[in-house]
């Protein structure tokens, strides 16, 4: 069976046509087949046409969170509730076509365990989401020791042994992203033209939000900012070193009004102030992170389920 997981926050304008165009591709596969829709808190009638779905088509099934979790724990939940022996993560926007499923349900038969979707080209978004996406993908993939492909977002195909994996990963900071190449297995990508949104609005536009969440990928899998700071300290040590000896011997030898001012001191110590402040803030970013994991708290909340009852696990 293929299982299918798409994470809905105010989505009930697209739902329907979601169900639609899946529906009709896995018919043409012939795979026996479900669609699991997580409701991550919408505050729209998602839950409600969930519930539609799944009363006329017993295959769709659903679980509803307690509040708003994020789009990571959205797609955890889906992972932890589905069956099926391959798992196909998308988008609920039609960003990602469902059509390329088959292509994947293909390379998966030929003994691949993760077969992830490469964005060759994205239609209908700003050129700034596309800029910093670009230097996203580009920067994540140098200072990480896992091997995550470029342009790759979270469509992808997932054998089990994969979805267990992952589902077992009690982290509470996840980015998927990272974690699936992490697991290994054997994994392809397959291309595909990303969608502009079928309808309602982008939950990550703003920077704000993209700067977290580029915050979140960089700290689950590098230690590089850490490192950073220890660099910048060497450099900073043998400069000083060097500009001891310097002003020493221009005291000495020179002129005895040379580096009198207020002015070099006031520069200097506002300079390393700085320095110092950013490494501080760059070691709270990775504390208030294991601080979250300290706790313990569970990922998620369900508030209701459709379809998970018959199997005695809602
Ligand atoms: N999403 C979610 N929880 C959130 C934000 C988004 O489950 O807190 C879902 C959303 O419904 C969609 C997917 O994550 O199915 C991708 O979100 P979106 O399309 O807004 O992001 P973009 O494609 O613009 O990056
Ligand atoms: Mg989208």
Known sequence: MISIIAPVYNEEEVL???????????????????????????????????????????????????????????????????????????????????????????????????????????EGETWWKLITAKLFYRLIHRITSVDIPLDTGDFRLMDRRVVDAIGNM?????????????????????????????????????????LGFAMDAITSFSYFPLRLATFFG????????????LVIFLRLF????????????????????????ISLGIIGEYLGRIYDEVKGRPLYLVDRSWGLEERGEA
Do not use: C
């Open 16 to 122: 329907h046509s979601l169900y639609d165009r899946i529906s009709e591709v896995m018919e043409g596969t012939g795979e026996e087949w479900e669609l699991m829709l997580v409701n991550d808190g919408s505050r729209d009638r998602s839950a409600e046409v969930i519930q539609e779905l799944h009363e006329r088509d017993g295959r769709v099934r659903g679980l509803s969170f307690s509040r708003n979790f994020g789009f990571q724990e959205a797609v955890t939940a889906g992972m932890h509730h589905v069956k099926g022996d391959a798992v196909v993560l998308t988008d609920a926007d039609l960003q990602d076509p469902p059509e390329v499923i088959p292509e994947m349900i293909a390379k998966w038969k030929e003994g691949y365990d993760v077969v992830y979707g490469v964005r060759n080209s994205r």
């Open 170 to 210: 009690s982290e509470r900071n996840r980015f998927l992203r990272g974690m699936v190449p992490w697991v290994g297995f054997k994994q392809i990508g397959v291309e595909y033209a990303r969608q502009p949104r079928f309808a309602g609005e982008s939950k990550y536009s703003s920077t704000r939000k993209m």
């Open 254 to 277: 020179w002129a005895e009004q040379a580096f009198t001012g207020q002015a070099t001191t006031l520069v200097t110590v506002l300079f390393l102030g700085g320095v110092q402040l």
């Open 234 to 245: 060497f450099v900073m040590a043998s400069i000083s070193g060097l500009a001891i000896m």
